[in-house]
């Protein structure tokens, strides 16, 4: 009973209500106050849903003739290996990982979803609205890892000395709505492991959570594959086990190795809970093809990453086609003034800015964790304390990627300053530079001048900012001089832009994202008009860091929580244009915003509810892989047409947002991309399942379909909607 009081009291403290009358001083006992994350046990039996059947059957098969030693072996990873014991728990991804003999590849990343503008793992992922998120995730390989969930921030993402990792405190609504639909779509889409995060969500470790990992994983997603725990993520044995961990990482865990075949023999952890762990490895290994043969582990793998002359450089990988045409599409046109933009066979061109030149692939730092961009700070000016590594800029090359494991370094990397020079080559254009100056000289004659600046971020630290002096300055000044100044990011993440947007001499703003390896051939491609752009941002950019209010940084210690820090989830599913809708604040650029060299023109709205279907309010099928198969059934379509009216041939991302009753006003729900010639017309549709246009009922446990009026809007962006009609349902 004490504690029962005492746990709801906690409650009302962690989500904001008055804490006075709790407790004064520091809390040093967080097994009194906290552990808000109710208890979901026992973990559940894969049971071999769907088209997992086959590998089941052949897992506990092989599960079967296992001793007790062997099967604790096989959920752990440890430093001597044993060939046939690795492939009888590993899995892989295909392509490039598979050449190497790597076997777990770790990706895509649908979480952090992008909370806070500024947590330095953002980049990994892919938008921060969830359908996005979700949709591009069910699109990319069928296999996610990372990092379930709610790790939405860098800052005291692990525990260290007497502070514990920070706790994501998170609502049940907000939980299904936002934060687990891309894990949801990622489930539907048949991923294999989920890897569980660092940070604790209601002050539960991430694998150690039974309601995250049993429950909504496992119970009400129906998950069939294994839970693996991120590095170092497992902070206890038996508990974790119980709590639905199946595998973890890396190297010899003292949690587990024999201390949880220990656990079974005392009877602390089931054997069929160990089994369990093993049958769900050993059928993704089976489900997966990895069975039939398999390469040499680490093949091409350099071996010490410290010794920079013993690195290899990996091979280009066959699908160079497709990573140009990646790098064309992470850049996004956001201004272009006075017929700015395409380049028009220019004279005299001036080139200034770190993050335009090549950088030395090898010399350390020259790829892997500091993300192919040597992002070692070169001066005070970007230092944040006397961490160097706390950088806002990476200024020592081109930056084609984020720092941290989601880093990656190329064999080839073609920087702005190498693809502009060859083509003022061909071009017979002057081409001027300066990649260092924060105010460099220019020559007035300059036809146009191109700024390249950039905005790093890595995984273990959150950036310090969204934007920077240096750059700024670097941008303000290039403008006084030159009459026509084109600005390009390399931005991992929002980079603001209200310190020079609005100067005249800024005619064009690109943001290119982290383009990776064709980053120069990509912009010059696009600067020139050889490609017309066509990417949107997956996020708003704000016109100044306080539009996001308590948001704007992440959660550090403070007061009586200084052991234990929180970080209350207050603003619900309301986050980036959900929020700024929901305040009335004007973004710089909205959320799916982007220009085109074109214009296009939208028409003929069609909305039509299927009426064979089921409209009830709650679905009511059996869960398959993803949840209750009758989420997906498709219970109206929406069209439209979108025609080119412009002179180019160009690409445009059809974009329908659905008002759902009692929600934001406004939330993606479909997307589509026709590429059309001048004059050219396209019919875009959308199909709208139950669960997009559903509520998470936190009483009945289920997705809601409410009746009522459903707002129907199709546009360019998630601002320009011109088409605008009403479902009802
Ligand atoms: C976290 O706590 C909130 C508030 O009690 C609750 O709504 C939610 O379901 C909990 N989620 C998890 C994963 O424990
Ligand atoms: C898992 O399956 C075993 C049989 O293999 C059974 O004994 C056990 O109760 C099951 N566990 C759960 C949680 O259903
Ligand atoms: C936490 O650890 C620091 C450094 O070891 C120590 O100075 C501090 O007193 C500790 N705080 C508490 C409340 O134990
Ligand atoms: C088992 O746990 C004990 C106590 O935590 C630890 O000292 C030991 O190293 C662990 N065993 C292994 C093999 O890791
Ligand atoms: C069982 O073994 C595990 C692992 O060594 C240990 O953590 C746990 O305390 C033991 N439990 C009992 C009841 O002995
Ligand atoms: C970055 O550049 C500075 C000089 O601008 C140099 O001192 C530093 O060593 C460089 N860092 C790396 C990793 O090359
Ligand atoms: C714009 O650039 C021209 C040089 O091309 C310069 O003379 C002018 O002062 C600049 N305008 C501003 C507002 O800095
Ligand atoms: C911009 O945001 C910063 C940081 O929150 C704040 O200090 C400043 O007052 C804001 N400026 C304006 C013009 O709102
Ligand atoms: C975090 O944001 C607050 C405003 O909410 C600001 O005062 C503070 O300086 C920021 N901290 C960091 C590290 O940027
Ligand atoms: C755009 O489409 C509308 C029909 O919805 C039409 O009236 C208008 O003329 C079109 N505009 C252009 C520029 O094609």
Not at 609 to 626: F, L
Request: hydrophobic share 35%; glycine share 10%.
């Amino acid at each position: 009973m004490l504690s029962t009081s005492l746990y709801v009291l906690a409650g009302l403290a962690t989500w904001g209500s008055d804490i006075g009358t709790i407790a004064q001083s520091i809390i040093t006992d967080d097994t009194v106050f906290y552990g808000q994350s109710p208890p979901v046990y026992p973990s559940p039996n894969g049971t071999g849903l769907g088209d997992w059947a086959d590998s089941y059957e052949k897992a506990r098969a092989l599960v079967a003739q296992l001793t007790l030693e062997e099967k604790g072996h096989s959920v752990t990873f440890f430093t001597s290996w044993n060939r046939e014991l690795a492939h009888k728990r590993a899995v892989g991804m295909a392509g490039e990982f598979r050449a190497k003999g790597v076997h777990i590849a770790l990706g895509p990343v649908v979480g952090p979803l992008g909370r806070i503008a500024s947590s330095g793992r953002n980049w990994e992922g892919f938008s921060n609205d969830p359908y996005l998120c979700g949709a591009l995730a069910a699109d990319t390989i069928k296999g996610i890892q990372s990092h379930f969930i709610a790790n939405e921030q860098e800052t005291n993402r692990n525990p260290e000395g007497n502070v514990t990792a920070v706790s994501s405190n998170i609502d049940d609504k907000t939980m299904h709505e936002l934060y687990l639909w891309p894990f949801q779509d990622a489930v539907k889409a048949g991923t294999v492991n989920i890897m569980c995060s660092y940070n604790r969500i209601n002050n539960s470790y991430g694998c150690a959570n039974s309601k995250t990992q049993n429950g909504l994983l496992k119970t009400e997603l129906g998950f069939q594959g294994f839970v693996v725990s991120d590095w170092w993520a497992q902070h206890s044995g038996v508990t974790t086990a119980l709590a639905g961990l199946d595998m973890t990482m890396p190297f010899a865990s003292p949690y587990w190795s024999s201390n949880l075949t220990q656990a079974v023999k005392n009877g602390s952890v089931p054997e069929t809970r160990l089994d369990d762990m093993a049958t769900r490895i050993i059928a993704t290994w089976y489900k997966l093809g990895q069975d039939e043969g398999f390469p040499e582990i680490g093949k091409g793998m350099p071996y010490d990453l410290s010794q920079p002359h013993q690195r290899v450089i990996a091979k280009s990988p066959k699908n160079k086609d497709v990573l140009l045409q990646g790098a064309v599409e992470s850049h996004v046109l956001l201004k272009n003034t006075n017929n700015a933009l395409p380049l028009k066979s220019p004279k005299l061109l001036s080139l200034f800015g770190y993050s335009a030149k090549s950088f030395d692939t090898y010399t350390p730092g020259g790829g892997g964790w500091n993300g192919g961009s040597q992002a070692l700070a070169p001066s005070d000016l970007i230092r944040n304390g006397d961490d160097i590594l706390h950088t806002q800029i990476a200024a020592n090359g081109t930056l084609i990627s984020g720092g941290g494991s989601g880093a990656n370094m190329p064999a080839y990397v073609s920087s702005p300053a190498a693809a502009l020079s060859q083509r003022a080559y061909e071009d017979d254009t002057s081409l001027w530079w300066d990649f260092h100056s924060g105010n460099p000289q220019v020559d007035q004659s300059s036809d146009a001048c191109i700024v390249v600046g950039n905005a790093f971020a890595s995984e273990g630290f959150d950036r310090p900012g969204l934007h920077d002096d240096f750059t700024d300055a670097l941008i303000n000044n290039v403008a006084s001089q030159c009459h026509n100044t084109i600005v390009v990011f390399h931005n991992a993440g929002v980079r603001l832009v209200d310190q020079f947007i609005d100067h005249p001499n800024v005619t064009a703003l690109i943001f290119a994202h982290l383009p990776g390896q064709d980053s120069g051939r990509a912009l010059t491609s696009i600067l020139y008009g050889d490609v017309n752009p066509s990417g949107k941002l997956p996020y708003s950019v704000p016109r100044n860091e306080s539009d996001y209010g308590p948001l704007q940084n992440a959660t550090l210690p403070d007061g009586i929580y200084e052991l234990f820090p929180q970080s209350d989830f207050t603003e619900g599913i309301y986050i980036d244009y959900r929020a700024f809708d929901a305040k009335n604040i004007t973004p710089r650029y909205e959320f799916g915003f982007g220009l085109s060299y074109t214009t296009f023109n939208y028409s003929d709205l069609q909305i039509s509810k299927d009426e064979n279907a089921d409209t009830s309010e709650y679905p009511s099928k059996p869960i398959v892989e993803g949840g209750q198969e009758d989420l997906w059934d498709v219970v109206a379509k929406v069209s439209a047409t979108v025609a080119n009216s412009g002179e180019v041939e160009g690409a445009e991302v059809a974009q329908l947002y659905v008002g759902i009753p009692n929600g934001p006003v406004k939330q993606l729900r479909g997307f589509s991309k026709p590429v059309l010639a001048p004059g050219e017309s396209a019919v875009v549709d959308f199909e709208l399942t139950r669960r997009d246009l559903s509520t998470w009922d936190v009483v009945a446990q289920k997705w809601l379909l409410q009746k009522g009026d459903y707002g129907i809007f199709v546009g360019s962006s998630s601002r320009t909607l011109p088409l605008t009609g009403t479902l009802s349902i």
